[in-house]
């Protein structure tokens, strides 16, 4: 890198043209749009106008682009050089394009790196030819100050095990090394300029195919899911909105910390939502009058915060997983069955035709044929309307045949004498197909040990179909449903009402999926497009024994059966700093779930975890104070202190007000991010990062799954550092097999 770069001056004079250009485009573009107008078509013009002169002045301006490809051809063998920025620009005299848009199909090569046989596609069509060149440039204010020649060698390689391999190895690509490293405010941005090979393929996957991302922690999911919608707007504009672009992610508080990166994207009007808040939406007009909604926090106060009896948990467990599962998905399905079997007699439909008393009759087997074989697909009600439409044509079918025979003609009076007569035979036969409500119909199924036996698999207990219908009961006695029941009950709707279309999702992001349950996925696929989903998450991070999804076949061969899923892995992980993954890493290590992969972070070097044992409580909070104020003297904006749950928040909040003022506390009901210093539950931090984290009494973790997850979580947050706590003479069953060179012991 560096100013000594062989090709710097013509690069510089290369980005000085491309400023004066822009500068003559600002000019122009304030011209235009000075002009007030009626004319609507002006109207939009001059709006896209504003718009593109706004990027240009705030960011094009100063940075028009971070990279450029070389690509020669096949066959034409001419040599393009492409620059690359967040946006294109295009002369709008010449109509030239100046910068290409990163999204576009020609920016692939970019992404894919140095190669004599690369290739972009454009609509159907493959380019193919060599990409002789990739250059980063690092701008500040105009001025070159780095040119990074290559970086494409994969960011690490990936072959090797160990981060001790690659360090000796030294693979890095030094412009991500350098944008990795700017310290600061941790906050999510774009990586439009550092988007690697492998996340590239899933940003530009296929628009109609689910795809599920198994990504460790900090490997870039959340970011590269927003990247995608930003993709997916720019080339499919004609088909897609992204007014009807959906994120779902865990809680309010996250939803507000991805927001701040959809405007740089150019997708700020998405719609975002917790799966229970959008779903509750959906749910409330389905329940009787004066129901609630248990709040979701509920069981993880169970599960938590109180020593609560193990019996109580494990019912609840019993029955929050099952309302999640494939298991009640089957029971769902079923009890529409069991309804069509036991409740509907399928009778004989007989008429007559009361001017030649001919009687017409269609045989119950008949009708119960049609039923289940022709509409089967179709949710409930439509199969009753089909159903009828399908009988009327049958009796008109066999009466007209009989008035050719007899040769009889009707006139109009007459024909619409015996279409009244028809209808009235349908009301009539069709009052022995039971109409269903859903909310009745799940109380009737979720309440009956002998119903619901019947219609799960024999591997779900008996035991535990009597705690799933005892407690629940229990619950729908006090008029209350809790959040596990809302998916099942919007999969019934649609089995017997259907989703209302209008509504249906573009595309839709799923965000830490691996807590949502397989049911809710089902649910959200149903309000999607086309099966136009992106699904994230991390196995390792599912902190929920009572719920979340335990390993990624549950959606690629439970639930998208007929639409094969993309399925992608991650493991390279951006976030932290070497060391502090390497102590993260032990935790998963120690308790060696099937299936994990480790986290194998990039070449970025810090300073080595901190474990800091004070004497007392009071010592602790002294030392927490002192370095909170170390820190942020040294220029670090978001500093986390996180606790094992939410009481323990509480403590230490009110602790250290006095010494640290401008600390916030937060609960899963804060909608927003606040940054700053933060002290919050293991749990809120998923998915949030931040440049400082201490994680206070590691003791309280157990060894246990799902302790060892919660840690882990909390472990991978910080870019920077991280500083555990524990008091003297406590055990710390997590960390009991922690290497000593992986951290450092201080007093306090
Ligand atoms: N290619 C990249 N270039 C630069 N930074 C990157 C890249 N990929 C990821 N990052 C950075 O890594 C950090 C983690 O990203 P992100 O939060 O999207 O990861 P995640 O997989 O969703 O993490 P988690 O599962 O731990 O919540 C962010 O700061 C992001 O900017």
């Given at each position: 890198?560096?100013?000594q770069h062989r090709e710097y001056e013509q690069e510089q004079h290369k980005l000085d043209e491309t400023v004066a250009m822009i500068d003559a485009e600002i000019t122009q573009l304030r011209e235009d749009i000075r002009e007030a107008t009626d004319d609507y078509v002006k109207q939009v013009v001059n709006y896209n106008k504003a718009k593109d002169l706004r990027y240009l002045e705030d960011h094009g301006r100063e940075k028009p682009y971070f990279g450029r490809v070389d690509f020669m051809k096949d066959e034409v063998y001419e040599l393009d050089k492409v620059y690359i920025g967040k946006r294109g620009i295009v002369r709008s005299d010449t109509f030239d394009s100046v910068v290409v848009d990163w999204r576009a199909p020609i920016a692939s090569l970019y992404y894919s790196g140095e190669s004599?046989?690369?290739?972009?596609?454009?609509?159907?069509?493959?380019?193919?030819?060599?990409?002789?060149?990739?250059?980063?440039?690092?701008?500040?204010?105009?001025?070159?100050?780095?040119?990074?020649?290559?970086?494409?060698?994969?960011?690490?390689?990936?072959?090797?095990?160990?981060?001790?391999?690659?360090?000796?190895?030294?693979?890095?690509?030094?412009?991500?090394?350098?944008?990795?490293?700017?310290?600061?405010?941790?906050?999510?941005?774009?990586?439009?300029?550092?988007?690697?090979?492998?996340?590239?393929?899933?940003?530009?996957?296929?628009?109609?195919?689910?795809?599920?991302?198994?990504?460790?922690?900090?490997?870039?999911?959340?970011?590269?899911?927003?990247?995608?919608?930003?993709?997916?707007?720019?080339?499919?504009?004609?088909?897609?909105?992204?007014?009807?672009?959906?994120?779902?992610?865990?809680?309010?508080?996250?939803?507000?910390?991805?927001?701040?990166?959809?405007?740089?994207?150019?997708?700020?009007?998405?719609?975002?939502?917790?799966?229970?808040?959008?779903?509750?939406?959906?749910?409330?007009?389905?329940?009787?009058?004066?129901?609630?909604?248990?709040?979701?926090?509920?069981?993880?106060?169970?599960?938590?915060?109180?020593?609560?009896?193990?019996?109580?948990?494990?019912?609840?467990?019993?029955?929050?997983?099952?309302?999640?599962?494939?298991?009640?998905?089957?029971?769902?399905?079923?009890?529409?069955?069991?309804?069509?079997?036991?409740?509907?007699?399928?009778?004989?439909?007989?008429?007559?035709?009361?001017?030649?008393?001919?009687?017409?009759?269609?045989?119950?087997?008949?009708?119960?044929?049609?039923?289940?074989?022709?509409?089967?697909?179709?949710?409930?009600?439509?199969?009753?309307?089909?159903?009828?439409?399908?009988?009327?044509?049958?009796?008109?079918?066999?009466?007209?045949?009989?008035?050719?025979?007899?040769?009889?003609?009707?006139?109009?009076?007459?024909?619409?004498?015996?279409?009244?007569?028809?209808?009235?035979?349908?009301?009539?036969?069709?009052?022995?197909?039971?109409?269903?409500?859903?909310?009745?119909?799940?109380?009737?199924?979720?309440?009956?040990?002998?119903?619901?036996?019947?219609?799960?698999?024999?591997?779900?207990?008996?035991?535990?179909?009597?705690?799933?219908?005892?407690?629940?009961?229990?619950?729908?006695?006090?008029?209350?449903?809790?959040?596990?029941?809302?998916?099942?009950?919007?999969?019934?709707?649609?089995?017997?009402?259907?989703?209302?279309?209008?509504?249906?999702?573009?595309?839709?992001?799923?965000?830490?999926?691996?807590?949502?349950?397989?049911?809710?996925?089902?649910?959200?696929?149903?309000?999607?497009?086309?099966?136009?989903?992106?699904?994230?998450?991390?196995?390792?991070?599912?902190?929920?024994?009572?719920?979340?999804?335990?390993?990624?076949?549950?959606?690629?061969?439970?639930?998208?059966?007929?639409?094969?899923?993309?399925?992608?892995?991650?493991?390279?992980?951006?976030?932290?700093?070497?060391?502090?993954?390497?102590?993260?890493?032990?935790?998963?290590?120690?308790?060696?779930?099937?299936?994990?992969?480790?986290?194998?972070?990039?070449?970025?070097?810090?300073?080595?975890?901190?474990?800091?044992?004070?004497?007392?409580?009071?010592?602790?909070?002294?030392?927490?104070?002192?370095?909170?104020?170390?820190?942020?003297?040294?220029?670090?904006?978001?500093?986390?202190?996180?606790?094992?749950?939410?009481?323990?928040?509480?403590?230490?909040?009110?602790?250290?007000?006095?010494?640290?003022?401008?600390?916030?506390?937060?609960?899963?009901?804060?909608?927003?991010?606040?940054?700053?210093?933060?002290?919050?539950?293991?749990?809120?931090?998923?998915?949030?990062?931040?440049?400082?984290?201490?994680?206070?009494?590691?003791?309280?973790?157990?060894?246990?799954?799902?302790?060892?997850?919660?840690?882990?979580?909390?472990?991978?947050?910080?870019?920077?550092?991280?500083?555990?706590?524990?008091?003297?003479?406590?055990?710390?069953?997590?960390?009991?097999?922690?290497?000593?060179?992986?951290?450092?012991?201080?007093?306090?």
């Amino acid at each position: 890198m560096s100013t000594q770069h062989r090709e710097y001056e013509q690069e510089q004079h290369k980005l000085d043209e491309t400023v004066a250009m822009i500068d003559a485009e600002i000019t122009q573009l304030r011209e235009d749009i000075r002009e007030a107008t009626d004319d609507y078509v002006k109207q939009v013009v001059n709006y896209n106008k504003a718009k593109d002169l706004r990027y240009l002045e705030d960011h094009g301006r100063e940075k028009p682009y971070f990279g450029r490809v070389d690509f020669m051809k096949d066959e034409v063998y001419e040599l393009d050089k492409v620059y690359i920025g967040k946006r294109g620009i295009v002369r709008s005299d010449t109509f030239d394009s100046v910068v290409v848009d990163w999204r576009a199909p020609i920016a692939s090569l970019y992404y894919s790196g140095e190669s004599k046989d690369a290739f972009y596609r454009m609509g159907r069509e493959i380019v193919r030819g060599e990409v002789t060149l990739k250059r980063n440039f690092a701008i500040e204010n105009g001025k070159i100050t780095g040119i990074y020649d290559g970086a494409v060698k994969e960011t690490i390689n990936r072959e090797m095990g160990d981060p001790d391999d690659f360090l000796q190895e030294g693979f890095i690509d030094e412009f991500l090394a350098a944008n990795l490293n700017q310290a600061n405010d941790s906050r999510l941005k774009d990586i439009v300029a550092t988007i690697q090979s492998e996340q590239n393929d899933i940003i530009r996957a296929e628009k109609d195919k689910p795809l599920v991302v198994q990504g460790v922690a900090g490997s870039g999911k959340t970011t590269i899911a927003l990247h995608r919608l930003s993709y997916l707007i720019y080339n499919y504009q004609d088909t897609m909105m992204s007014k009807k672009f959906m994120v779902f992610a865990p809680n309010r508080m996250f939803l507000a910390y991805i927001s701040e990166v959809l405007p740089e994207l150019g997708v700020d009007d998405v719609q975002q939502a917790t799966f229970v808040d959008w779903a509750a939406r959906l749910v409330k007009p389905l329940l009787p009058k004066g129901w609630r909604i248990v709040s979701p926090d509920k069981p993880l106060q169970l599960f938590f915060e109180e020593s609560q009896d193990e019996r109580q948990q494990e019912i609840a467990r019993n029955r929050l997983r099952f309302k999640g599962s494939l298991d009640c998905r089957i029971a769902l399905e079923g009890y529409i069955d069991y309804v069509i079997e036991k409740k509907i007699p399928f009778k004989k439909l007989s008429f007559q035709y009361n001017k030649t008393k001919q009687v017409f009759s269609i045989s119950g087997d008949f009708i119960r044929q049609s039923f289940m074989e022709h509409f089967s697909n179709m949710p409930y009600h439509r199969r009753l309307d089909a159903l009828r439409k399908h009988l009327k044509q049958e009796m008109n079918k066999q009466l007209f045949s009989h008035l050719r025979e007899k040769k009889i003609d009707l006139d109009k009076t007459g024909l619409a004498k015996f279409e009244k007569m028809l209808e009235q035979i349908l009301d009539t036969y069709l009052t022995s197909f039971p109409r269903l409500e859903t909310f009745a119909a799940y109380r009737e199924m979720i309440s009956s040990e002998e119903l619901l036996r019947k219609l799960v698999p024999e591997e779900v207990s008996d035991a535990t179909i009597r705690d799933i219908v005892e407690s629940s009961t229990t619950l729908l006695a006090e008029e209350r449903i809790e959040a596990e029941d809302i998916a099942p009950l919007l999969y019934l709707h649609h089995l017997i009402e259907g989703m209302n279309k209008a509504e249906h999702f573009d595309h839709t992001v799923v965000d830490e999926a691996q807590d949502l349950s397989a049911l809710e996925v089902a649910v959200i696929a149903l309000a999607t497009k086309r099966h136009s989903l992106t699904i994230v998450g991390d196995i390792a991070q599912g902190i929920h024994s009572y719920r979340g999804i335990h390993a990624w076949e549950e959606l690629t061969q439970g639930i998208f059966t007929e639409h094969r899923p993309s399925y992608y892995t991650l493991s390279q992980s951006y976030r932290s700093t070497i060391e502090i993954m390497k102590c993260a890493n032990e935790v998963l290590r120690l308790i060696q779930l099937p299936e994990t992969v480790l986290a194998k972070p990039v070449l970025r070097q810090g300073e080595i975890p901190v474990l800091v044992t004070p004497a007392s409580r009071s010592e602790l909070y002294k030392g927490i104070a002192r370095r909170v104020e170390e820190f942020t003297a040294e220029g670090f904006k978001t500093i986390a202190i996180v606790t094992k749950t939410i009481g323990a928040s509480k403590k230490v909040f009110k602790s250290l007000q006095e010494s640290i003022p401008e600390m916030t506390l937060l609960s899963s009901k804060d909608n927003q991010f606040p940054g700053g210093v933060t002290v919050m539950p293991a749990y809120l931090t998923k998915g949030l990062q931040f440049d400082v984290v201490f994680i206070v009494d590691v003791d309280l973790y157990q060894d246990n799954e799902w302790d060892a997850k919660l840690l882990y979580v909390a472990m991978t947050r910080p870019v920077h550092r991280l500083v555990l706590t524990h008091l003297q003479g406590s055990e710390m069953p997590l960390l009991r097999e922690l290497p000593p060179e992986l951290y450092q012991s201080e007093a306090n």
